[in-house]
């Protein structure tokens, strides 16, 4: 039993002689660069070369030295210290395309502190998390080396809200929800509910510019059913589209319009669902489910 001793705390002794002289072997061309870089970079005329030697060196860490975890994870970090104190560390950050989203939550989103090395930035989560933003759309982090983290934003548009119950969001043309926070100052935008709304509601306002006389008196639209429209006017009045043939219903929705002037006369219930005629009736005698555009309504 002695001797296994022995044996053991020979072998234990000889890995951790093989681990050190590892350590000592990958991390001794750190030290030289970095003595290196130091030099190099206190000449004017050599920073770009410093530049070229360190992205070199960066490079044959990351993509060279993965198999060797943890030592891998060590030889990173001196890396990223010495780049750091060849100057190579966060300064500034720059953004563009920001309009809407908070200064506060896209700092938090980045998670970058000064003179952090900017070699240790993970560009692609920094990525994700700024695309988690509610305001964001795409994002494009990049490096301007050698102190400058930069941001390209793609902000989402607001185009409508989005009912349910009592629950309203703002929505982008997509249908995506973007907020349900600080509403007012979209106000004027038009107000859709039912399901599959969202999906709709972008082609349906498509069409609508060829009715810029509806389109301008809309406030809400109703999608009933999964199968029709039902527009809200701003007086409210109600337009009743039908499943089929919505264009040629506008069509005579315009013509009657053009003749007695329809759309102007409050509280008034125009229903185009037949081919042949078009009923109007004050909208008071229609269903208050479908005045106030709460739950599904039957065609």
């Not at 900017?118 to 989560?125: G, K, P, S, T, V």
């Not at 933003?133 to 941001?151: D, F, G, S, Y």
């Not at 081919?275 to 599904?296: M, N, W, Y």
């Amino acid at each position: 039993m002695p001797e296994m001793k022995q044996t053991r705390k020979a072998n234990a002794q000889t890995k951790s002689t093989a681990m050190n002289f590892l350590i000592s072997l990958l991390a001794t061309p750190f030290n030289v660069l970095f003595i290196g870089l130091k030099l190099v970079w206190s000449g004017r005329r050599l920073r770009l070369a410093a530049i070229a030697l360190t992205l070199i060196a960066v490079t044959a860490v990351v993509f060279r030295v993965q198999s060797f975890s943890p030592v891998a994870e060590l030889v990173r970090g001196k890396t990223y210290e010495a780049t750091a104190s060849a100057g190579f560390r966060v300064n500034d950050i720059t953004v563009e395309g920001r309009k809407r989203t908070q200064r506060a939550d896209l700092l938090e989103a980045l998670s970058i502190g000064q003179n952090d090395p900017i070699f240790a930035a993970d560009l692609e989560q920094i990525n994700a998390r700024i695309e988690a933003l509610p305001w964001v759309e795409t994002a494009t982090v990049i490096r301007r080396l050698p102190n400058i983290i930069h941001i390209d934003l793609h902000e989402r548009e607001p185009f409508a809200f989005y009912r349910s119950g009592k629950d309203v969001a703002l929505i982008d043309r997509k249908g995506v929800t973007i907020t349900r926070h600080h509403l007012a100052p979209f106000g004027h935008l038009p107000v859709f509910s039912g399901q599959g709304a969202t999906l709709r509601a972008a082609g349906f306002m498509e069409m609508l510019q060829a009715y810029p006389v509806l389109r301008n008196r809309m406030v809400a639209a109703h999608w009933n059913s999964g199968r029709r429209w039902t527009v809200k006017l701003d007086h409210g009045g109600q337009v009743h589209l039908p499943a089929h043939g919505v264009s040629g219903a506008l069509d005579r929705l315009m013509t009657l319009e053009k003749e007695r002037r329809v759309l102007a006369i409050e509280n008034q219930a125009i229903d185009l669902r037949l081919p042949d005629r078009v009923l109007l009736r004050p909208a008071t005698e229609r269903s208050s489910a479908i005045q106030e555009f709460k739950g599904e309504t039957a065609s």
